[in-house]
């Protein structure tokens, strides 16, 4: 079921002449597989590797090399923005490096400082200006709070932008839409988070569930209770690594 199959992640990789080792599997799953590296003066960076084995007999590998230059696409058109890690390189066929953001994901242990939300509106505005939607921003973990108290955005494997869609009537109404799935998803955090931040017509919107994510539930939620007891009957047989699996 993971994207390296038996294999994992390499236990050590080489930038720009500087060797980096492994040193944790933060996700291993269908898609891609995800790591720490850390160099010897106590530097980070991130490597991502895309699918390579086959699933079912039918060969992904083209699916990890597509996803990950998809994906390189993104982190370069937002290569100028502070919340955004730098892109580093590549590795291998399906693999990319990015900047590590000290920091932690949204969480109710980690307390949110005041205007963050504001923030990462802000930075939305920026990603829906280039034409760019988000779209993963359901997911907490995917939500920094940086060291510096700022959000900052990681995964950009389902984003979506119009300059790869092409700029047609029906591809902009797409793209707003998923843009305004965007902020939906920021203020269910914001009122998970801050609700004292919340104002009264921030609270409205909130209480509005979209067709998207009303069709999202319906689609995922079967799928979801599956997966959950796919991986639990395959860990129990032994047939699924537990490192970095989900």
């Not at 790591?35 to 490597?47: E, S």
């Not at 639990?232 to 047989?237: D, E, G, K, T």
Request: charged share 25%; proline share 6%; with cysteine.
């Amino acid at each position: 079921m993971r994207a390296l199959g038996k294999s994992t992640l390499p236990p050590t990789i080489s930038l720009n002449g500087t060797q980096f080792r492994h040193v944790a599997t933060l996700k291993h799953d269908f898609w891609a597989a995800t790591g720490y590296y850390d160099d010897p003066a106590g530097g980070r960076i991130v490597l991502k590797v895309g699918r390579v084995v086959e699933f079912a007999g039918l060969p992904l590998k083209w699916a990890g090399r597509w996803l990950c230059r998809r994906e390189m696409r993104f982190y370069s058109r937002l290569s100028d923005l502070p919340n955004i890690p730098a892109l580093l390189g590549t590795w291998g066929e399906t693999g990319f490096i990015h900047e590590y953001v000290p920091g932690r994901p949204l969480s109710r242990e980690c307390p949110v400082p005041d205007g963050f939300f504001d923030q990462l509106a802000s930075l939305f505005a920026e990603l829906h200006r280039r034409q760019i939607a988000y779209v993963d921003a359901n997911k907490p973990q995917n939500i920094l709070l940086g060291a510096d108290g700022l959000p900052h955005l990681i995964d950009f494997q389902i984003s979506c932008g119009l300059l790869r869609l092409g700029n047609m009537a029906l591809n902009g109404w797409w793209l707003s839409r998923l843009q305004r799935e965007d902020l939906a998803h920021l203020l269910k955090h914001k009122k998970r988070l801050r609700p004292d931040e919340m104002t009264q017509q921030e609270w409205e919107a909130v209480e509005r569930r979209s067709l998207l994510i009303r069709v999202h539930r319906f689609v995922t939620k079967p799928w979801s209770r599956l997966r959950r007891r796919t991986y639990s009957r395959l860990r129990q047989a032994g047939r699924l690594f537990p490192e970095g699996s989900k």
